[in-house]
């Protein structure tokens, strides 16, 4: 099907229980919607590195978080816990995404500045790189600073 024409979509979101991983969740739950036979799956890579959840009470409370943001039964969706190497997120995020057939990936990313994600690698960045499917790197909203009161 596709997946543009409003048809049945599998979208994959990775989370790691950030700002960022459930503004990714919130999009792509925005995307499913409505779309009859579409389904979100969410992920939490247990055993990751050190931006995600490193032990299984960790990875299960993020996926606990998360589905408390899904909320209500307007969309299909599976939660789940997947194991992965340390340092190897987005292999697995990949590996995932591959045996699920899914049609989009959706990542939050906290936009820390590019400099930083070039010289160290965030996870959004290498699963760019390393995925045959499509990617959506979803960033929070900033906060606006608040404009000087004239006293």
Not at 11 to 26: I, K, Q
Not at 58 to 84: C, K, M, N, Y
Request: net charge positive; hydrophobic share 40%.
């Amino acid at each position: 099907m596709d997946p543009v024409r409003g048809e049945r979509m599998k979208v994959l979101v990775a989370t790691d229980g950030s700002p960022g991983s459930a503004e990714a969740l919130r999009f792509a739950k925005r995307l499913v919607e409505g779309k009859p036979g579409s389904r979100l799956d969410v992920i939490t890579v247990e055993g990751g590195n050190g931006s995600g959840p490193s032990s299984r009470m960790q990875a299960r409370e993020t996926i606990r978080r998360a589905a408390l943001e899904l909320g209500d039964e307007t969309v299909q969706a599976r939660l789940r816990v997947i194991r992965g190497k340390p340092g190897a997120v987005p292999e697995a995020i990949c590996r995932e995404s591959e045996r699920l057939k899914a049609n989009l990936i959706v990542v939050g990313s906290e936009g820390r500045d590019t400099l930083h994600e070039w010289v160290v690698g965030g996870t959004a960045l290498r699963l760019i790189y390393l995925s045959r499917r499509p990617v959506t790197v979803v960033r929070p909203a900033r906060r606006r600073a608040r404009a000087a009161r004239p006293m």
